[in-house]
């Protein structure tokens, strides 16, 4: 670890990673990312859409990615407005399918890249605060250890946590209270169904909603979204209630059978955005930019594709034009407004529960 940085992004996740890669693909190299872990807990968040290959060529890590051999996903069946399950297949889609992350290993292969490229990356490191001061390199993080280090400029890419925005404090603005209760299957304890292996199936309940997928390591996650008061309330946190209610379900609980989850997961997965998202010295990717439901698999997107744009406005900072923050900031709130439109079209698909308050609170004009 130097003393000082160009730029330091805390957390190294795809929004991270994708930003370390971006500068040093615009020739900003002394930069350094600091990550909390060691990339071997489990991480949420598996399916990504075909259009990723573009953010991938854009990396310039298509070839390794592709090399990775992650699961390709075909699609998804969903349950959504009717009983019947429908198909959106990507067969027509020029781009191919989507794949089926092992995120762990996904978000490991990104910060490999970040040192291939060589970035510095600190794993097991944790960001614990920071103060700014008259200085060339004015911001001063201090880390979980102790160790103290400067840079120029400060990126968040902590996820939902978003700890370096709240040191400038910027406010988290939440749209909703959803939860994400994930349980986890052997592959072979399931009726395996061949059609279900490539594909995300989706089921709305009159609380919320289920979704199963495959992934890798032959697992299989099922989970279950809703608002915190339904999910304390019908206690979807333990095991045997959680089992209770995906056997109530119609089209996940046949593929599932008696099988019981070997542990259960809890998960934020609100919509939100900070504000500010951005601002002179500091701005956020990813998650801690702006947060999205987990229905609509653009969280990875979203934050790999915040890594590039964060990247260009950085660049053109350090050359003395701070416009180009601006941009990004009015960006992540554009593409909030266009993601809670989107959002508001989709739930409005369901009508069968008028009465659930589930349904209530998301139906309205964004
Ligand atoms: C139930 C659920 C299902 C989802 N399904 C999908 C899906 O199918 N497809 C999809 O695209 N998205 C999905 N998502 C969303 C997706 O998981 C996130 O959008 C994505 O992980 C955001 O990436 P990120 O890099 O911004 O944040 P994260 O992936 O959260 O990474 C943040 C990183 O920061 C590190 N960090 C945190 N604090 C510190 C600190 N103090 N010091 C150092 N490091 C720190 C963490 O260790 C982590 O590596 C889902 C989310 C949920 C809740």
């Known amino acids: 670890m130097k003393p000082l940085y160009d730029v330091i992004i805390v957390g190294g996740g795809p929004a991270g990673c994708a930003t370390a890669i971006a500068l040093h693909n615009l020739g900003v190299n002394n930069t350094l990312v600091i990550e909390g872990s060691d990339y071997t807990a489990p991480r949420i968040g598996e ?104 840079c120029r400029f400060i990126v968040d890419a902590t996820g939902r946590s978003a700890k370096v925005a709240r040191q400038f404090n910027a406010k988290v603005r939440v749209e909703d209270q959803l939860v994400a209760v994930s349980g986890y299957f052997e592959a072979d304890d399931i009726i395996a169904k061949e059609s279900y292996q490539q594909m995300t199936l989706l089921e709305a309940v009159d609380y919320g909603w289920w979704y199963l997928a495959h992934l890798p390591n032959n697992k299989v996650i099922v989970t279950v979204a809703s608002d915190a008061a339904v999910i304390k309330q019908k206690q979807l946190k333990s095991t045997d209630a959680w089992q209770h209610a995906m056997h109530l379900t119609q089209h996940i609980s046949p593929i599932i059978a008696q099988a019981p989850p070997s542990n259960l997961h809890t998960w934020i997965a609100q919509s939100a955005i900070m504000d500010p998202p951005a601002a002179q010295c500091w701005l956020t990717v990813g998650d801690s930019a702006s947060s999205f439901d987990p229905i609509s698999s653009q969280g990875i997107y979203k934050a790999l594709n915040n890594g590039i744009e964060a990247a260009t406005a950085i660049k053109a900072w350090l050359d003395n034009n701070a416009q180009e923050i601006n941009q990004y900031r009015n960006a992540i709130g554009h593409s909030f407004i266009n993601y809670l439109e989107q959002k508001a079209f989709f739930y409005n698909q369901e009508q069968r529960w008028p009465d659930s308050e589930f349904w209530q609170k998301r139906q309205g004009p964004p």
């Open 47 to 150: 399916s990504i859409p075909p259009n990723s290959r573009e953010l991938f060529e854009k990396l310039g890590i298509w070839s390794a990615f592709s090399a990775q051999k992650h699961a390709p996903c075909l699609g998804s069946y969903s349950s959504w407005g009717s009983d019947k399950l429908g198909f959106n297949d990507y067969l027509f889609n020029p781009q191919g399918n989507g794949w089926h992350l092992n995120r762990s290993a996904f978000d490991k292969f990104l910060a490999m890249q970040v040192e291939k490229l060589g970035g510095a990356l600190l794993k097991n490191t944790h960001f614990a605060n920071l103060s700014q001061e008259q200085h060339p390199y004015p911001i001063k993080v201090t880390l979980r250890n102790k160790a103290q280090i400067r």
